[in-house]
């Protein structure tokens, strides 16, 4: 089984990012967490972090072709991408939403999330321990769906 792990814009920047908010684990922390993680579930990831839009579409659209399940935070866009939500729809695969922070606690604008309605799940609020828990949660998902070990 392989896993699409999308992280979208200025999360490169986790560790010095607004650490109040989003806490001090950097990127590679939480890659090398998943990895592991990743291992003992004897599942494959690809990771992919990018500042744009349309790379994040392209990612997912092929996903479609080679792997069973998105692990996905959009980020900021999250709150403004159609294209992104409707890439998730198009493609139809098991995606768990995840954000470190409570959206739903923090400005209005934050707390629409155009993607949710078409992803299997979103976690937020648990900072880098939510991706573990998401990826926990997809495998389950895609094992139950397709039988795949
Ligand atoms: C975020 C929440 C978004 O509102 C914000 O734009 C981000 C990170 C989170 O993980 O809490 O960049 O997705």
Redesign the pocket.
Known sequence: MKILVLH????NLLGKREPG??GRTTLEEINAQLLALAKELNVELKIVQSNHEGVIVDEIQQAARDCQGILI????Y??TSVAIRDALAAVNLPAVE????N?HA?EEF?RVSLTAPVVTAQI?GLGADGYLWGLRALVRIVRQESKIK
């Not at 979208?8 to 999360?11: D, E, I, T």
């Open positions: 979208g814009p200025n999360l908010i989003y935070n959009p980020a900021a999250t709150h995840i954000h470190l922070s959206i923090r934050r937020c």
